[in-house]
């Protein structure tokens, strides 16, 4: 299963990947999951353990017990600061 | 001007605040006020200067974000017109960023509206603020003072 993650402003910069696709292993079905994969990766990945690193699915805000499957668009961002 | 987006517009060129104001109760007779905050660029932030700031966001979830802000003061409040613009790229201290515009028979409501929708844009629409200052670029945190006045629209 195959889904596409997006990263934005300060996250994107840092991980110096602003889009890719990702192949969800067995059993990672929830963005707490797909996080702790990416976390996984080391160096500057592990800024996505953050508490302050939100996320969304299908552009909506989303939280870590959100599920995540085939077709997905998952993001991860800083805190907001429009307006 | 026709509200056919929902009211809600993401977009780099400038918007004439006049023309929107009086969009809001054009051609209705069941307005009895109208209140709107513009949001503009400072030449300062946390103690050093600011020459221009860009701001990016997540083109489709900000005007899916934008729209739930304001269906939840629809929700709310007794509202007639609401209008939201809000600027992206790179802006110019004095540059307008950001427009509410809500039309109500009552003043409160109107008041009311305009506020929580600028409070909940702060804190939940995706958009990220980059300034350019005399020591470099930097990304704009968040302020806790911002969670703080979206807070306490919570309902009990």
Redesign the interface.
């Known amino acids: 299963m195959r889904v596409k993650i997006?990263y934005?402003?300060?996250l994107r910069?840092a991980l110096g990947v602003s889009v890719e696709d990702f192949d969800l292993p067995a059993g990672v079905a929830s963005v707490a999951a797909l996080r702790e994969c990416l976390v996984a990766r080391g160096g500057a990945w592990q800024r996505l353990a953050a508490a302050?690193v939100k996320t969304?699915v299908n552009?909506?805000?989303a939280g870590g017990e959100a599920a995540v499957g085939q077709g997905d668009e998952v993001?991860f961002?800083?805190?907001?600061?429009?307006? | 001007m026709i509200e056919d987006d929902g009211g809600v517009s993401v977009q780099q060129g400038d918007f004439d605040a006049g023309a929107e104001i009086a969009a809001l109760a054009s051609g209705r007779a069941d307005v009895g006020g109208v209140a709107s905050f513009i949001g503009v660029v400072r030449d300062a932030n946390d103690g050093s200067g600011v020459s221009a700031m860009t701001l990016e966001h997540y083109p489709g979830m900000t005007e899916h974000a934008l729209g739930e802000i304001v269906a939840q003061a629809r929700a709310r409040w007794s509202l007639l017109t609401v209008r939201v613009i809000h600027r992206v790229g790179r802006l110019l201290p004095g540059d307008r960023i950001v427009f509410v515009g809500v039309a109500a028979s009552h003043r409160g409501e109107a008041f009311a509206a305009c506020e929580f929708i600028m409070d909940y844009l702060k804190t939940r629409a995706p958009f990220w603020k980059r300034e350019e200052t005399p020591a470099g670029a930097r990304w704009v945190d968040a302020r806790d003072s911002d969670d703080t006045a979206a807070e306490r629209w919570k309902q009990k």
């Open positions: 997006l934005f402003a300060a910069e302050n969304a552009q909506r805000m993001a961002f800083p805190p907001v600061t429009g307006g």
